[in-house]
């Protein structure tokens, strides 16, 4: 007989997303950094390098490789 699958195993196995990209303007890698503040309703993208920034309204299906 089988045993079953427990629910952990099936939230384990769902791939991470990214939340560091490279950056548009300046063209340096990993230098993006995404923050999605759900109780505030707002996501910002800042670069660290080229210090450009970006702000959005976000809910809770958001994503950092949405904004």
């Known amino acids: 007989m089988g045993k079953r ?3 952990m195993s099936k939230l384990l196995a769902q791939p991470k ?4 990209f490279p950056c548009p303007f300046c063209n340096h890698r990993d230098s993006v950094d995404c923050f999605i503040d759900l109780t505030h309703n707002c996501a910002r ?3 660290f390098i080229c210090r450009e920034k970006y702000s959005t309204k976000a809910h809770p299906l958001m994503a950092p490789v949405d904004v």
Do not use: M
Not at 17 to 20: E, K
């Open 17 to 20: 997303l990214d939340t560091t």
């Open 45 to 47: 993208v800042a670069c």
């Open 5 to 7: 699958k427990s629910r």
